[in-house]
C-alpha cells in the first residue's frame, strides 16, 4: 500500500492537475523493480521493516526476478493467489519470499 501511494503522488506530481491514471502503474513498475533490483526491497518494505530473499542467500536479486515479479503484482491477481505460506504466484514463479529485513 506504501509503494502504491508513493507512487501515485509521483505520478501525480507529472501529471496535475489532471488524475495520473495509469500513469501510477507505469511509476509503480519503474519504482519497484528498480528498487528490488538495486537495494532488495522497496520504499514500502523499507518502511516496514520487510526485504525481499532471494533463493540463494546472500546473492543479489536477478533483473529478471525484479521485472518478472514487478509486472505479475502490476496485474494484482497473483498477489490475491496464496499458497499455505501467505506467498503470492508472483513470489512462487520467481522464487522469492517477502520476509523481516
Not at 496464496?82 to 523481516?100: E, P, Q, S
Request: net charge positive; aromatic share 4%; charged share 15%.
Amino acid at each position: 500500500m506504501v509503494d502504491a501511494l508513493l507512487s501515485a503522488a509521483v505520478a501525480w506530481a507529472f501529471t496535475a492537475p489532471e488524475p495520473p491514471g495509469n500513469v501510477s502503474l507505469l511509476v509503480f513498475f519503474v519504482l519497484t523493480a528498480v528498487s528490488l533490483m538495486a537495494l532488495g526491497q522497496t520504499p514500502g518494505h523499507r518502511l516496514m521493516g520487510l526485504r525481499l530473499a532471494h533463493p540463494t542467500p546472500g546473492a543479489r536479486l536477478a533483473p529478471w526476478r525484479a521485472v518478472v515479479r514487478t509486472a505479475l503484482l502490476v496485474l494484482l491477481v497473483p498477489a490475491l493467489i496464496t499458497d499455505g505460506d501467505g506467498r503470492g504466484l508472483h513470489d512462487r514463479l520467481t522464487r522469492t519470499a517477502v520476509v523481516r529485513a
